[in-house]
């Protein structure tokens, strides 16, 4: 078979390893905006285009005729990706650009979700003008505004992190209003994130291993936000989630599934990701992206032990109920290495070197290039180490062994993953339920 993947970063390393590692599929194709050499290595054409031109994708795949395609990021999906693809007759394992606006506009999930009655909303308004924003949030207390349409993880402002007072708030929903002509104002919730992301035919919902992301730069969960510093998750749930919290994100996501196919007509395929939150009483629903998450995906795909490629199957197909999607009962810890001055001003076109590596680490390259056989920096995430074993403990020791390993001008979090942090957690969410 076939396979086109679309996309170039860690994420779409991890997508590649796990393609690749099924005997179904002979070829890899990659259209991709920049060479990421580890994905390079696995495949057998690679194109680098513009991400934001359709046509380029479009020609790009009638030319190599895959059997499928499975799109990584976000800005191609809602560039309508998946529908150019179907007009010559490809299917692929994601979403509709129709449906993609599940994450690329905030009104319209909040809207879908509450009109089709899926439980863990948040009290929420979308806004046109700023008539009404100042009632609406004094009546709220603390509020979180979200720009509408994707705007690359910083539209989203909440209370007490991006700003501090209402007035602040609002006078950002404002500028929102005036370059996007809407905005959306919801309630503030306190607890623990976590994400969970489903495979989805259309009707059938599996689950993947619950994990938690760390978007802050720095330890201890400061600094600016990131696209994602790391991630967890435990050989089963995690630690500061019970049984019911789970069942219950994933009650979220059924829901949403169905809501879209009642409000559209169109099954959901592909990856629904709930990015959720555990609160005082129960689970509730932050946002919905499309897709995988980078770092998430390369703490699940390695554990998945049906092949990646009849779990992309069956969600074009809609068997995703015929097939046994397992993965492995184990532990994972991811860590980035990120160049120094990431995410605001990061030194670019810099060295790094990679030391050995102990067995049970994985290396994902992310925003790397390779230059006379070195790598070197191009200024977003580098490159992220996986620890993978029975225990959490051992699973953090293998990614901190990993990212110490770099030689170069990066940094990293050397909290992810820890008994410290994690305690913390546990903590946090202890009280806010005593
Ligand atoms: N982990 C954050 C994201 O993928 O958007």
Redesign the pocket.
């Known amino acids: 078979m076939k396979i086109l993947l679309v996309g170039n970063g860690a ?1 779409e390393h991890a997508m590649a390893e796990a393609l690749k590692k099924s005997p179904k599929c002979t070829e890899l194709l990659v259209y991709a905006s920049a060479v990421n050499p580890g994905i390079r290595d696995l495949t057998s054409v690679y194109h680098v285009g513009d991400m934001k031109d359709m046509k380029a994708i479009q020609e790009f795949a009638r030319e190599n005729k895959p059997d499928f395609a499975v799109i990584g990021p ?1 800005n191609p999906l809602a560039g309508g990706v998946v529908d150019v693809l179907k007009l010559i007759g490809i299917p692929s394992a994601s979403p509709i650009k129709e449906l993609a606006r599940i994450e690329s506009s905030k009104s319209f999930t909040r809207e879908l979700l509450a009109k089709h009655n899926v439980s863990g909303g948040p009290k929420f308004k979308t806004f046109t003008s700023i008539d009404g924003m100042m009632e609406f949030a004094n009546e709220l207390g603390q509020i979180v505004v979200k720009a509408d349409g994707l705007q690359g ?1 910083k539209g989203v402002q909440v209370q007490g992190d991006h700003f501090e007072t209402l007035e602040d708030g609002v006078l950002y929903a404002k500028e929102c209003v005036e370059r996007d002509g809407k905005v959306v104002i919801e309630e503030k919730f306190v607890g623990q994130e976590f ?1 969970l992301m489903s495979f989805v035919d259309g009707e059938h919902v599996v689950d993947m291993p619950p994990i938690q ?1 760390h ?1 802050r730069a720095y330890e201890g969960d400061t600094g600016p936000n990131t ?2 510093m790391g ?1 967890y998750n435990y050989p089963k749930n995690l630690p500061f989630l019970t049984q019911k919290d789970l069942e219950d994100a994933h009650a979220i996501n059924v829901g949403t599934a169905k809501a879209i196919k009642e409000e559209t007509g169109e099954n959901y395929v592909g990856v629904l ?1 709930g ?1 959720f939150i555990a609160v005082e009483d129960g689970v509730r629903l932050i946002e919905y ?1 499309v ?6 995906a390369m703490n699940a795909l390695p554990l998945l032990e049906t092949d990646y490629v009849d779990v992309c199957q069956a969600m074009i197909k809609g068997t995703l109920d015929q097939l046994d999607i397992r993965f492995s009962k184990k532990a994972t810890v991811c860590k980035y290495a990120v160049p120094e001055g990431y995410p605001v001003n990061p030194v670019k076109g810099e060295r790094i070197k990679i030391g050995p590596l102990p067995e049970g680490l994985k290396v994902f390259y992310a925003s790397v290039d390779e230059v006379e056989g070195e790598l070197v920096m191009t200024g977003s995430r580098a490159v992220a180490f996986v620890g993978i074993a029975d225990t959490i403990e051992e699973a953090e020791r293998l990614a901190q062994r990993g990212v110490e390993s770099v030689k170069g001008p990066i940094f990293y979090r050397k909290d992810i993953g820890t008994e410290a942090l994690i305690s913390e957690r546990i903590e946090m969410m202890k009280k806010l339920r005593a």
């Open positions: 994420r976000e993880g994400s992301d978007k696209g994602g991630t990701y990015g992206n897709r995988l998450g980078d770092p998430e």
